[in-house]
């Protein structure tokens, strides 16, 4: 190891060739055969998003013919990647979706206006898939207390200006359970919880 490296790692501060602040070594990548970088890592940041935006066409063509060329590789390191990494992503998914709530619905928004096709093939299919999860042994006070449900979720709704939802605590499509639609397996959540659980099970609210 040279000795410049040694010392450059050794070392707690350093100077930003670029931005002139002087910043702990944390900030700094490390370079395999000088030490340090000689820009910050938030300095780095700026000049590859800058280059992006100067040369965006070349970039991006140049990373499609990449992918292209190598779509086997890529596909199985993707696969193995989030085998090995699933906590990861989903704690990072979670962050994601929840600073980022406004972008995600307009998202939404915009596909069901390009897709409504496939958005009434997923409502047909929720529905029908409800009457399947519908057992036959409901009584006619267990139909007045479903459709109390959701006369309270519009009313709480209208009382508080803030849109609730009636949920299936055990979802109807659950990956490896599937609850039923009856009184004792509904409760009412706010829009933003009821997405946040979507088919979730366990689930915590809040979490």
């Known amino acids: 190891m040279p ?3 040694k010392l450059e790692l050794e070392m ?3 100077i930003c060739k670029d931005c002139k602040i002087e910043k702990s070594t944390e900030s700094f990548y490390i370079s395999k055969k000088s030490g340090l970088w000689p820009n910050c890592k938030a300095c780095v940041k700026v000049k590859q998003a ?8 070349y970039i991006d063509a140049r990373q499609k013919r990449y ?3 190598h779509e086997n ?3 199985t390191y993707q696969k193995q990647y989030q085998l090995d990494n699933k906590e990861t992503i989903k704690i990072q998914k979670a962050e ?3 600073n980022n709530v406004k972008k995600l619905r307009k998202i939404q928004k915009t596909w069901r206006q390009r897709h409504p096709d496939r958005k009434l093939a997923d409502t047909r299919k929720r529905q029908i898939q409800k009457l399947h999860r519908t057992p036959k042994w409901l009584t ?8 109390w449900a959701y006369t309270y979720a519009k009313q709480l709704t209208k ?3 803030i849109k609730h939802e009636v949920d299936h605590i055990i979802p109807l499509r659950g990956k490896n359970i599937s609850g039923l639609h009856c009184p004792q397996n509904l409760q009412i959540l706010t829009k933003d919880q009821h997405k946040s659980k979507s088919n979730k099970w366990p689930y915590i609210i809040g979490k």
């Open 140 to 147: 006619k006070s267990d139909w007045i207390e479903i459709n």
């Open 50 to 57: 800058q280059n992006y935006q100067q040369n965006r066409i």
């Open 12 to 14: 707690k501060l350093k």
């Open 159 to 161: 009382e508080t200006g």
């Open 67 to 69: 992918n292209s060329k």
């Open 96 to 98: 994601y979706a929840k």
């Open 3 to 5: 000795d410049k490296k």
């Open 73 to 75: 590789k890529l596909k």
